[in-house]
């Protein structure tokens, strides 16, 4: 009787931790594999929004599309693609600081112009 | 673009503007600040706690009978370990590391790179001194009256002209006119103030070291006119800035017998007690409180959302066009103009606000006292709100931006040196939680409100007498300081946002894209009976105009409203620079392709 309860217990023990353990690996397994698209027209951010937005610990890949070549800097992480019409550029960022991030482009097309704020990178907090 | 500058137009601040307005203008502050605003339920739970603590702190501790408000203290020089900090040696070699970082300073920004991130200058004087020290000082205790350089020289010289014979005298002695008060730190302060916030040459390494000495140079004048002591109480702004915020501090200035003189006692006490103070201040010093409470206010509103809108909506005032457009063509960038008014007013409006609720609280209690003597009183009860704000606003820009501190200590000229291994340290933007600068900064201002209800309860007790006066005259002055925690919560509810940029064009064809208030301008130089041709076509509504300048008037040969799709010709009339400029008066973004073509 003890045997079979004991048993019983570690099944149901088992059985509650194992269906979380799935659930959060699925969890996981979907922000390893998150890709914002984020489109460039007229020189303005049109998608996803004014801000783009994850959590710390995401591991996100911004993919962009731009109408016009441009050079994009994502401050604080410091990173820094080129983007095209005919050249979609992604940027891997493993979100480990949450803040809020600025993204500026630079060298639009003949202009000549300096740096703009095109959005914000916002990693909130878990 | 030439930028048309004319002696004739001088501001008050004529002398720095000179150095600093041919400054490249640019959005972003110095340093990075990746703050993430307060959260909604933390920004509701810090008003809550504010307003739930006032009633209270009123409710309680308005009818105990008065205590004493420098109990507890401690006299630390009664620890040996703290003594030694008195000793010649040490105060020599605490003067020596200020003095010689004063000249590092100075050297980096005159002659290192101009580059304002690989020059130790504006780090330094920026986040490490300004923001830094200002946390040391409310935190702990007035650093900056044993490191004061300008102090430290003008003693130095002092000394040892000395030696020459006990009359030789530095400084002329003059007696300084009591009408003056500490009027002229306000001043020197306003104009400090103006330079941080507004200037774009602030971080600019050599245009910062020039007004360090055109500082040094008022500060030794003053000195050598008054006498150092003198100057410092009354002239020298940053040793009445962190002396308030000293007053905050747990541990008070050193008593001495004689200025100079070894300490005799040094307190260690409660948090703010230092901020009730015995007699009135005067009517400058007054200001000079509410003038720091106000440019601390400042610096964060013009980073909000709502400031940048503000500026969006007086740029698309078409009555404001021709005030706006002559700005800019005379080199001043609207922006810097209106923050410049902006920054004059804040302090006006708060002197106006707060001696109303002083008047009130006068009123309340039914006092006999005098305004200027309930004003000078209570005017210090403020601070903690401010000081608290400010420690909340600055954390993660001290600790992130701070860092910036490391490569440059190893090359502080920029020039590729690496004295200490570190020149390629990089910022670690992961050094502290955004949950925990969002409780730090909810913490902070509750403590900052409840300190300044405290003080203010103290100052109306020994003011009024009774219980019941003291309880009358605070409430104006909570309902002013429940005010003043909103906002300060409100701007940390905000999040940091760079005011909307305003560039001049450079191709003579180009499509660009303009915001619903934007325009931009292309500028060039034609003679008398030179042609051009011109056409673009907008896909918004827009205003164009070719103009000039004409002494204090700016002419509009060509003025077009609403137009969408244009071709003309333009001879000019005279030898002198001629601007296009495209205004978007759409609601949407417009695209706008333009071409300019000489024969």
């Not at chain 2, 010289?157 to 003059?174: Q, V």
């Not at chain 2, 008054?226 to 940053?238: D, I, M, Y």
């Amino acid at each position: 009787m003890d045997a079979f309860r004991r048993t019983w217990l570690v099944w149901l023990a088992a059985g509650s931790v194992m269906p979380a353990a799935l659930i959060r690996a699925a969890v996981a397994q979907d922000r390893a594999q998150r890709v914002i698209e984020v489109r460039i027209e007229k020189r303005k951010v049109v998608a996803p929004g004014p801000a783009i937005r994850i959590a710390k610990g995401d591991v996100v890949e911004l993919r962009w599309t731009s109408d016009e070549p441009v050079e994009l800097h994502l401050h604080g992480y410091d990173l820094t693609i080129h983007a095209g019409p005919d050249k979609p550029a992604a940027m891997v960022v493993k979100a480990h600081a949450a803040g809020r991030f600025l993204i500026t482009s630079h060298g639009w097309g003949k202009g000549g112009h300096g740096h703009d704020t095109l959005t914000y990178l916002e990693v909130s907090p878990r | 673009m030439r930028k048309v500058r004319r002696p004739g137009l001088a501001l008050p601040a004529a002398a720095l503007m000179t150095v600093l307005g041919a400054a490249p203008v640019q959005a972003h502050a110095f340093g990075p600040r990746y703050d993430l605003p307060l959260p909604l339920e933390l920004y509701l739970v810090g008003a809550g706690c504010a307003v739930a603590l006032s009633f209270a702190i009123m409710a309680v501790f308005f009818h105990a009978p008065p205590a004493r408000t420098d109990r507890p203290r401690i006299d630390l020089l009664r620890f040996r370990p703290v003594q030694v900090l008195f000793h010649p040696a040490a105060i020599a070699v605490v003067r020596s590391i200020s003095v010689g970082l004063f000249l590092l300073v100075l050297a980096a920004g005159l002659f290192g790179t101009q580059d304002m991130l690989k020059n130790l200058a504006p780090t330094f004087v920026w986040i490490i001194w300004w923001v830094g020290l200002a946390y040391v000082a409310a935190l702990g205790g007035n650093l900056w009256s044993a490191c004061n350089p300008w102090s430290i020289v003008f003693a130095g010289l002092e000394r040892s002209i000395r030696k020459f014979g006990p009359r030789t005298r530095l400084d002329f002695g003059l007696a300084y006119p009591s009408w003056l008060g500490v009027w002229p730190a306000v001043a020197l302060f306003g104009l400090f103030a103006w330079f941080e916030l507004i200037s774009e040459a602030a971080k600019l390494p050599a245009p910062l070291a020039t007004a360090i000495l055109v500082y040094s140079g008022l500060t030794w004048l003053g000195m050598i006119a008054f006498g150092r002591n003198v100057w410092l109480a009354h002239g020298e702004a940053f040793s009445l800035v962190f002396g308030v915020l000293g007053r905050f501090a747990p541990i008070g200035a050193p008593e001495r017998d004689s200025p100079d003189g070894p300490p005799r006692r040094w307190h260690l006490r409660p948090y703010a007690a230092g901020l009730v103070v015995e007699s009135p201040c005067r009517l400058s010093m007054t200001a000079f409180v509410l003038l720091m409470l106000s440019t601390v206010t400042f610096d964060g509103f013009k980073e909000t959302p709502l400031w940048a809108g503000l500026l969006g909506w007086v740029a698309l005032r078409q009555w404001l066009q021709p005030l706006l457009l002559g700005l800019h063509d005379l080199g001043f960038d609207y922006r810097a103009v209106l923050g410049t008014v902006t920054l004059a007013v804040f302090p006006i409006l708060f002197l106006a606000v707060y001696l109303g609720f002083a008047w009130l609280a006068k009123r309340a209690s039914g006092s006999a006292r005098p305004l200027a003597e309930i004003s000078g009183l209570f005017v210090f009860s403020l601070a903690p709100i401010a000081i608290a704000y400010h420690l909340a606003h600055y954390l993660s820009y001290l600790l992130l931006a701070g860092q910036l501190v490391v490569p440059l200590v190893s090359d502080p000229f920029g020039i590729g040196w690496n004295l200490f291994r570190t020149a390629g340290y990089g910022i670690d933007i992961g050094i502290v939680g955004a949950e925990f600068v969002w409780h730090f900064a909810v913490v902070a201002i509750v403590v900052g409100h409840v300190l300044a209800i405290g003080v203010a309860h103290f100052v109306a007790l020994r003011l009024f007498g009774t219980a019941a006066a003291a309880l009358r005259s605070q409430y104006p002055f909570l309902v002013l300081m429940v005010a003043y925690t909103m906002a300060s919560l409100w701007i940390l509810s905000q999040p940091i946002v760079a005011s909307p940029s305003l560039i001049a064009l450079r191709a003579p064809s180009d499509t660009v894209f303009l915001a619903p208030f934007e325009f931009r301008e292309f500028c060039l130089d034609l003679a008398a009976q030179d042609e051009i041709r011109y056409d673009f076509r907008s896909d918004q509504p827009v205003e164009f105009n070719i103009h000039y300048h004409e002494d204090m008037k700016i002419q509009f040969p060509v003025q077009l409203s609403g137009t969408t799709v244009h071709a003309d010709k333009f001879v000019a009339d005279g030898d002198r620079l001629y601007c296009l400029m495209w205004t978007n008066q759409g609601l949407g973004t417009s695209s706008l392709t333009y071409r300019l073509m000489r024969p």
